[in-house]
């Protein structure tokens, strides 16, 4: 099966086996959207090498995206019937062991679900926190029996640190990538690094605190440089939207 993330920024994908563990994958990549075009020979390849007969997508993007992948898949994948073969995946009530408690389940964004649903296969049993570093950062709590209680969302790092660039008179834009001082920030540059990296992993301890969770799944692009402020137990993985993709997959055959 084919399991596609389209984020804000990115999509993301992986091929696995049908009978393969969540995140155990045949091969994977990600481009960006103006790149998306590049999916087709990537894709057209790896019906070629392994086959592909379910096609499950995660879509925050909107519906232009939608309709972008729409045409990239029908091209990548002409021998197959779009309506029996691709699932839009969405946020309902209960999936994969994963009770939805939002007041109103289908508002949830269809990643944090995904997401919530590869944290509890990784982690089961457990109460665990999920935070997904992407463009935004979003931080939810589920709980040992698969109850998911809700969550937090906040802009990404680099949001943070484009949004004091953009509105702040002669503060510069930093990468989110440079290293964080030790200490307090002697120059301006590491002191808005140092406040959004801060503001990140703060966010993620207080959320594991409040739930009394046993471990941090933690993932998304900016997770590798939140990852070594964190106090708390974690477990730093690639991308926890496409394992909870294929856990939702395997639960629904």
């Known amino acids: 099966m084919l399991l596609i993330d ?23 990549g990600a481009v960006t959207h103006a790149d998306l075009p590049q999916l087709e020979l990537a894709w057209s390849e790896a019906v070629a090498r392994h086959g592909v007969g379910r096609i499950v997508v995660a879509n925050v993007a909107g519906n232009a995206l939608r309709v972008q992948l729409e045409y990239v898949l029908q091209r990548a994948f002409p021998a197959l019937v779009p309506a029996e073969a691709i699932t839009w995946f969405a946020s309902v009530p209960a999936l994969a062991g994963v009770t939805n408690g939002y007041r109103n389940p289908a508002q949830l964004g269809c990643d944090r679900f995904a997401a919530a649903i590869g944290g509890h296969a990784l982690a089961p049993g457990q109460p665990i926190i999920v935070a997904n570093c992407g463009t935004a950062t979003t931080i939810d709590a589920i709980t040992a029996d698969g109850f998911f209680l809700g969550g937090m969302i906040m802009p990404g790092l680099g949001l943070m640190a484009g949004a004091l660039a953009r509105n702040t008179a002669q503060l510069p834009r930093i990468a989110h990538d440079a290293r964080l001082p030790e200490g307090f920030a002697d120059n301006t540059d590491d002191a808005i690094l140092s406040g959004c990296m801060v503001a990140q992993s703060g966010a993620i301890e207080h959320a594991f605190a409040q739930h009394g969770a046993a471990i941090c799944i933690l993932s998304g692009g900016a997770a590798p440089h939140i990852a070594p402020l964190l106090t708390v ?14 856990a939702s997959a395997a639960a629904d055959t």
């Open 6 to 28: 389209a984020g804000n920024t990115r999509v993301k994908w992986a091929l696995a086996a049908n009978d393969a563990a969540p995140g155990e994958w045949l091969e994977h």
């Open 233 to 246: 137990p974690y477990r730093l993985i690639d991308n926890v939207v496409l394992i909870g993709l294929h």
